[in-house]
């Protein structure tokens, strides 16, 4: 990490920290999913937490490497970052785009079912959840499209622009 | 860039040997761009905006062709 530029080391340190906290968030949204009840509140707590953490995560690092090469971290943005930022950008809305698009065939699929399926069937309980489903499916690309994002970049800084 | 042999090549680090020892932060703060971008231009990673290859021509006092030069049999 010693060659690397304070724009990559901040990169790496929010992809991390990313990482974490939707690991932590979406193991959570598995489980109880898989448990079959969904605890709203409980939720809310975890995602209050992990914003929190986040946050907190995000200022140390940033302050730990702007601390030990106040040079680079002092420097603005030049071409080619803005290019590296833009390509970077681009892989996000590529794969924020097949999210989305999934989870609109997630949405189509639900309504088929609700209409053909007897309210009666277990299949009923499922489809309850089925807009915490969306919203977390909708979250879910929101973050692989960012971690997507924050990979291209490194790569782009690596292999070249 | 990134992919293959390199089409756009160039001379900077002669250049800046012959410069007098000019440092690639020396280099960068003359042209406008981070250290980190004169490494990725040296090592042709990157290919500079024609504003910043003749910021680069400039520093030097030569013409853009004795910095940058293109390989067109490349091209196929």
């Known amino acids: 990490m010693s060659d ?6 901040s990169i790496c340190g929010t992809l991390v920290a990313v990482s974490v906290v939707a690991a932590l968030y979406f193991w ?5 999913l898989g448990a079959g009840t969904v605890n709203l509140v409980a939720l809310g707590k975890l995602a209050v937490s992990l914003t929190i953490f986040f946050i907190i995560v995000e200022i140390v690092f940033h302050a730990v490497i702007a601390a030990r090469s106040p040079r680079d971290a002092g420097e603005s943005e030049d071409e080619r970052d803005r290019l590296i930022d833009l390509k970077g950008e ?6 924020l785009g097949i999210g989305v698009a ?18 009666h069937s277990g299949l009923t309980e499922l489809l309850s959840s089925s807009h915490f489903v969306t919203a977390n499916l909708l979250l879910f690309s ?4 960012e971690i997507g994002k924050y990979v291209s ?3 782009y800084y690596r292999r070249g622009a | 860039m990134g992919k293959g042999k390199p089409r756009i090549t160039n001379r900077i680090r002669q250049l800046r040997l ?21 490494i990725a231009i040296e090592n042709d990673r990157y290919s500079p905006s024609l504003e910043v ?4 021509a400039t520093v030097f006092a030569v013409g853009l062709e004795d910095v940058f030069s293109y390989d067109a049999a490349s091209d196929g």
């Open chain 1, 4 to 9: 690397m530029s304070f724009r990559e080391k």
């Open chain 1, 28 to 32: 959570t949204v598995v489980e109880m």
């Open chain 1, 90 to 95: 681009r892989v996000g809305g590529l794969l």
């Open chain 1, 102 to 119: 999934f989870t609109i065939g997630h949405i189509a699929l639900n309504s088929l079912m609700e209409s053909v399926v007897s309210p």
């Open chain 1, 142 to 145: 929101l973050t692989v499209s």
């Open chain 1, 153 to 155: 970049q490194l790569v």
């Open chain 2, 18 to 38: 012959e410069a007098g020892q000019m440092t690639q932060q020396a280099l960068a703060e003359r042209v406008g761009v981070t250290r980190q971008t004169v």
């Open chain 2, 53 to 56: 290859a003749f910021r680069i």
